[in-house]
C-alpha cells in the first residue's frame, strides 16, 4: 500500500462481486491512498479476471486460467484487500450497515458497493438441462465448453450477439460447422445499426458459419436412446437441425435482487443517480448490475462492457475517498460509453451509444474489411462504429468527450478525412 491518506478504523468498504468492477474499486481505492478495510465477496471461487477473451481465445486455446486473471493473489495481500472467495452476500441490513453473508456471519461496512454483474438468460424451453447445452459467462462455463468441443463437430448457437457471433468466429477457425440462429432480424440488433449488422452477415457467411435470422430456438431435442444428451435443435418453423453441443448465449439479466430486496429501487438494474449512488447515500451499484441515466442515450441504460464496469468503479472510490463533506465536488458519471467485439479477423469498435440512430453514413475507405459507420440521431453525431479503423475509433472517443461537431453533410462526403476534420476543429479553437 502507498500514500495511505485515512486512518484505518471503521467497517470500510464492503464490496459484493469479485468481477472487474468490484476489483477496480478495491484497486482503485488502494491506490489513492484508502486505509480503511477494504473487503470483496466473490461469489465466484476464483480471484478476479478478466471475461472478454472467454469467448474468443480461452474457448478455442489451450490457455490456462492465470492468463485471465486481473492480478495476482500477492497483489491482494500486498495492498491488504480482503478476498472471500466462494462466499456471497445474501441480504443487507441498511439500518445496522452490515451484510449477512451465505455462509453464516455478517460483515459491517461504512460503504457497501454493489458489483454484482449479471447472470445469463435462461430460456424456459424443453432441454435446456441437456447435457452438450451450454452458457457462456464465467470461467468455469468457458472451460465445460471447451471439455465439449473435443467430441463435438455440428455446433448451434442461439443468439446472434456479440458472444454467440464471437464464439461462432472462432469455433470456424477450430473448422467446426456452426450455425447461429437469431430470433431477430438482424445480427447484434441492441447494438448496432442496420449497416454494421449487414455487414458482419455476410463476413460470417463468408467464414462458413450458417446464419438464420427470424428463428428462433423452440427445444432440444435429447437422444433417442433417452441418455440425457442433446442431439438436435427443435426450431420455431418446427424443423430440426442436429447438434452435437448448444451454446445458448441470449443475453443477460442483471442480479439486482439483493437490493430490491433490501427496499432499492430496481429495474432492469439497481437505479443510481449520477455518482452511481442508490437511495442510501452509504450504497453504490456500479458496472453490469447498475441502472443510470446515461447523458450519451439520454435515457436510463444499463451497459455491460469493461470500460463502463471501470470508470464507474473509478468515480465510486474518488467518491468513498472524498468522504462525504467533499463528495459534492466529484464530478458526475460522464465517460463516453466504448465497447469492441473481436469476430475472427474483424474487430468491431463502438463509440456512443448507437442504438438510437436514425442516419448512418458508411466510409468503406477502399479497403475490403474495414469501415466506419457515422451514427447520427437527427443532425446530431452520437456514435461511430468501426470495424479494423482503431486510429477513428480514438477519435471518436475524442470527438463525443469533447463534443465536437461532425455534419452529416460532411460526414457524407467522399474522401471525408476524420483525422483532418478533427485537426481543423482544433486549429479553430
Ligand atoms: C464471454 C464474455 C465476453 C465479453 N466480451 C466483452 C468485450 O469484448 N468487451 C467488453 O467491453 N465487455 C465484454 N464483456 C462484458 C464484460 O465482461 C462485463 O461488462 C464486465 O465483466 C462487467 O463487470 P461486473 O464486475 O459488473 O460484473 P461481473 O464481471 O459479472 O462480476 C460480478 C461478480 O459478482 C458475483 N456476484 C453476484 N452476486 C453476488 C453476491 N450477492 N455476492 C457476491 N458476489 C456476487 C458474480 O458471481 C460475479 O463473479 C464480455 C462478457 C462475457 C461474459
Redesign the pocket.
Known sequence: MIGLTTPSTGSGVVI???????FQVAASLRQSGYAGPVTI????ARLPY???P???TYIKTDATFDSLLLKAESFFDKNAIGFRAG????AIDREARKVQLAGGGHLAYDHLVL????ANRVLPIEGKDLAGVHQ???AED?EELRAGLAGARRIVIAGGG??GL?VAAALRSLEKDVTVIEAAERLMGRTVSREVSAFFLDEHRRMGTDIRLGTALGAIVGDVDGNGRARAVRLSDGSELPADLVLIAAGVLP?DQ?AAEAGLAADNGILVNSHMTTADPRIFA????AAFHSPFAERIVRL??????VDQAKLVARKIIAGDEAADTIEPYRAVPW????QGPFKLQIVGLTAGADHVEIASLGEAGKLVAYCFKGDRLIGIETVNRPGEHMLGRRILAEDLAVARTEAARDGFDLRAHVAALQARG
Open positions: 459484493a462481486g469479485g468481477g472487474q468492477a468490484g465477496i466473490s461469489k465466484e478478466q471475461r472478454p472467454l469467448s474468443k462466499e456471497w452476500v445474501e458489483a454484482t454483474g449479471a457462456l459467462r464465467t468457458a456479440f458472444i464471437e442480479n439483493l456500479i458496472g453490469d448490475c455491460e462492457s469493461v470500460q463502463n464496469a465497447f469492441w467485439s473481436d
